[in-house]
């Protein structure tokens, strides 16, 4: 097979210039943490060079980096790292335009990580239930499920129709 | 809050998060020091000039078109997907599938549960059931109390974890439901601050299953339906929740009919043959009498999926093709 680049680091850079404002908001939902956040990005696309898998396409590359960090996400607060990080109140401030800003990622961020994972890639990346499902590499029905659950923990109506 | 309300909140509130110029000079360090370790040295210098000119936008405009046309060389083919779902259902030599016992994993192998809602009764995993309940309705169905549960249980729990009444919905109260048997359906239910707050749990694995009526015969479908309803894929999607009526009585009790003789087949093989890349589907929801709504998953190729159960039913053809082409918008 042939690797993808004989100057590790350069397509990973311009990878950067796309995508790291997109993971680094993943991780910080995640992990709650502006330092942990970054570290997470950064090991995400030394992953990149690591693995260096081949893409299809942009979208195939994006949804690779988005499931790395989501699981890299899951493994550091699985194994207890940073646990203090958990306790939001304790968290170092997180640099938002306003209180009303805050308080609705406190929210999200309070969330069990399975339902924030999919709310956020639904509300805020816009992928259908079919995209996420291929993304993480669960079930379609999964990823219903846990947008359905997630919507109850934050109390959300669904415009003109029963919310169950 | 509306949903349209908290999507544009929200997407407002993580627009403003954004990370520091120094994640990308501490990255290029890291790369740095990655490459340091790896090659030789003179090298090193070499590649690493490159990177760090390359990502503090020092480099060349022809270095740039070098770099760039060399990174689009590399990005075709191969990927490299996490380990696939496990799914060790199974056809046997009648036919029938069997469908294994769902069990927490042994964690010093390093697996890590796939999460979905679950809670452990009469050492058996029921997940979150397709069937769903309106919390007004929950009431009138409970029946006697199973239990307690304990919480306990997340993503990295292991077989340890794996007591009577563990789950991961926190505690919560568990009953049987009114005619349905609880080796198949229990519910959570508790109140708060006046507000009902309930699920149904299934247990549909540790079964072998020989037609639609070892699932479907649980639910008791036949003669019980009210009222049906039916959603594009592209509706079930995006979450739009957009259902229709159906009005064709008769095309639906052929259709549940045809259900509970259909034959079960492995989802293992069609989901990596792509079953699930296909957008020729249909959702169905079926309203009981006891007000319990059952969701359906119709695949163009004339099968059904339900729920977790890892197992697709193949119906009758004719029975099948009424309903789906009764499913108009």
């Not at chain 2, 509130?13 to 790369?31: C, H, Q, T």
Request: contains cysteine; negative net charge.
């Amino acid at each position: 097979m042939q690797r993808s680049m004989t100057r590790p680091g350069n397509h990973v850079i311009k990878s950067y210039e796309i995508y790291a404002d997109m993971l680094f908001r993943i991780a910080l939902v995640h992990l709650g943490s502006r330092q942990d956040a970054e570290e997470a990005t950064q090991d995400t696309f030394i992953k990149l060079i690591e693995k260096a898998p081949k893409f299809i396409d942009a979208e195939h590359q994006k949804a690779w980096l988005i499931r790395v960090i989501t699981n890299h996400c899951k493994t550091l607060l699985g194994r207890g790292w940073r646990k203090r990080e958990v306790k939001l109140e304790n968290a170092e401030p997180i640099a938002v335009d306003t209180p009303e800003d805050l308080a609705l990622l406190q929210l999200v961020m309070a969330m069990p990580m399975k339902y924030k994972t999919v709310i956020h890639l639904y509300y805020y990346e816009d992928y259908p239930i079919q995209e996420i499902s291929k993304i993480l590499q669960i079930s379609q029905s999964a990823v219903k499920m846990r947008l359905q659950r997630g919507r109850q923990l934050l109390k959300l109506e669904l415009e003109g129709v029963e919310s169950q | 809050m509306k949903e349209d309300q908290f999507r544009t909140l929200y997407k407002k509130a993580v627009d403003s998060m954004k990370p520091g110029e120094e994640m990308k000079k501490e990255l290029i360090d890291k790369l740095e020091q990655q490459q340091e370790r790896k090659r030789p040295r003179k090298t090193v210098y070499i590649a690493a000039s490159i990177v760090l000119a390359a990502g503090i936008g020092l480099a060349a405009p022809n270095i740039w078109q070098q770099l760039n046309g060399q990174s689009t060389q590399g990005q075709i083919a191969q990927v490299t997907p996490g380990p696939s779902q496990p799914d060790n259902s199974g056809t046997n030599a009648s036919g029938s599938i069997v469908i294994p016992k769902l069990e927490l994993p042994d964690t010093k192998s390093g697996v890590m549960a796939d999460m979905i809602a679950l809670v452990v009764y009469k050492d058996n995993i029921y997940t979150q059931s397709a069937t769903r309940i309106n919390a007004a309705d929950a009431a009138a169905l409970r029946g006697d109390k199973l239990g307690r549960t304990t919480g306990g249980i997340d993503e990295w729990s292991g077989k340890d974890k794996y007591i009577e009444l563990a789950s991961n919905i926190g505690e919560t109260d568990i009953y049987s439901i009114k005619g349905y048997d609880s080796n198949f359906l229990i519910m959570s239910y508790s109140e708060i601050n006046g507000e009902v707050f309930a699920e149904l749990y299934e247990h549909t694995n540790g079964i072998t299953v020989n037609s639609g009526d070892d699932l479907f015969g649980k639910l008791n479908l036949e003669g019980r339906i009210t009222s049906a309803q039916w959603e594009s894929f592209d509706s079930w999607n995006n979450g739009q929740q957009q259902y229709t009526p159906l009005a064709d009585d008769e095309a639906l009790n052929g259709f549940v009919k045809a259900l509970q003789t259909a034959k079960p087949l492995a989802a293992e093989s069609l989901t990596a043959q792509g079953i699930y890349d296909s957008e020729d589907r249909k959702v169905l929801y079926l309203q009981l009498e006891d007000n319990a709504r059952v969701e359906l998953t119709l695949f163009g190729e004339g099968l059904v999926h339900y729920g977790q159960a890892p197992v697709f039913f193949e119906v009758e053809s004719g029975a099948f093709q009424q309903l789906w082409d009764s499913m108009k918008p």
